[in-house]
Every structure is written in C-alpha cells, then in structure tokens.
C-alpha cells in the first residue's frame, strides 16, 4: 500500500521516544510531528537525521484503514494497547 495523500495520521498518533530535528525528547501519542506539513507530507522524509521508526514505518491497509480518519482510529488504538475500535 502507497501513503495516502493528506493523511499523516502516522506522524500524529503514534509516540516517538526517538530524538528528531528539533525536537530532542520525540512526540508524545495524539500530538503532530513538528516536521508535518499543513498538507500532511513529511519535511524531513530524506533527512538523514529522520528517526528510523518513521523510515520503517510502512503504510497497510491493517493500521491504515480506508481514510485518514481510519488510521488515526487504528494507531490510536495501536498506541494505547488496545484492540482497535470504532471501526464499522
């Protein structure tokens, strides 16, 4: 599965205990990447300081869903432990 355009839903949901440009303590869960653009495209995808959780995340339909609103559902979940929810 490609990334879906206007999505970011991986750089909102998900925790980041790596170090990123700027931002030296990662994200906390439900808190935007500063390095996400207003069009949700990575700034920093070919930076070589990119954390490598981001560069090994790759996009599937199981945590990704069918909408960005799905994903955001799906690793929410995913980063609370739980088994995912609210989904019909």
Same mark, same amino acid.
């Given at each position: 599965?490609d990334? +879906?355009?206007?999505?970011?839903?991986?750089c909102?949901? %998900?925790?980041?205990?790596?170090?990123? *440009?700027?931002? %030296?303590?990662?994200? %906390? %869960?439900?808190?935007?990447?500063?390095?996400?653009?207003? $069009?949700? +495209?990575?700034?920093?995808?070919?930076? *070589?300081? +990119?954390?490598? &959780?981001?560069?090994?995340?790759?996009? $599937?339909?199981? &945590?990704c869903?069918?909408?960005?609103?799905e994903?955001?559902?799906l690793l929410?979940?995913?980063?609370?432990?739980?088994?995912?929810?609210g989904?019909?």
């Amino acid at each position: 599965m490609d990334c +879906r355009n206007n999505c970011g839903a991986c750089c909102v949901a %998900p925790s980041i205990s790596s170090s990123l *440009p700027s931002m %030296p303590d990662g994200k %906390p %869960p439900g808190v935007a990447c500063i390095h996400l653009s207003h $069009d949700f +495209r990575c700034l920093i995808y070919d930076h *070589p300081q +990119r954390p490598k &959780v981001c560069g090994e995340f790759k996009a $599937d339909p199981l &945590v990704c869903g069918n909408s960005r609103e799905e994903a955001m559902i799906l690793l929410s979940d995913l980063e609370h432990g739980a088994a995912p929810s609210g989904l019909s």
